[in-house]
């Protein structure tokens, strides 16, 4: 049985930021995620991995892997751990979305993990993103959950 769905708050690309973990969490997490498994989830908007949760669980439960970790990205900017009445917090662009998700891997997340990437919506793009940019990390797997990028070129803005 695994335990339940963690959040936890980390300091990354000059923000702090929410990320919510089943398994291994982010404190050792270079040590404790040496040489395994961990699936990462990227949002769509509204960005918040909160909503993730339930997911999670049942990707856990489904795939029956007990050493596996599943962790949920959330957007910087987009959750906060106190927040203000007026939004007034700093917003952050596609770009510094995806560099921000690069900086996590590079920061909790060892070179000799086997990782999965997860991305639904335009989360998706984000995705791409990082795999085209990654230098340092093996992706084993990329899965796309309704994405955005389907018809991107077509959608009016």
Known sequence: MVSKVQESWVDCFGSTSSVFTLGHGTCNSLEMLDSRELVLIIPGNPGCSSMLQDFMSGLYNSLG???????????IGHES???SLLPMDRTYNLEEQ?????????KFIPRTAK???????????????????????????IFFLFPAIENMNTTMN
């Open 65 to 75: 892997k007990p050493e596996l970790s599943i962790w949920a990205l959330s957007y």
């Open 115 to 141: 990782i999965t990437l997860i991305g639904y919506s335009i989360g998706c793009k984000i995705i791409m993103e990082m795999f085209k940019r990654n230098t340092t990390h093996t992706i084993h797997e």
């Open 81 to 83: 751990q106190c927040p």
């Open 98 to 106: 995806i560099q921000h998700k690069l900086a996590l891997m590079d």
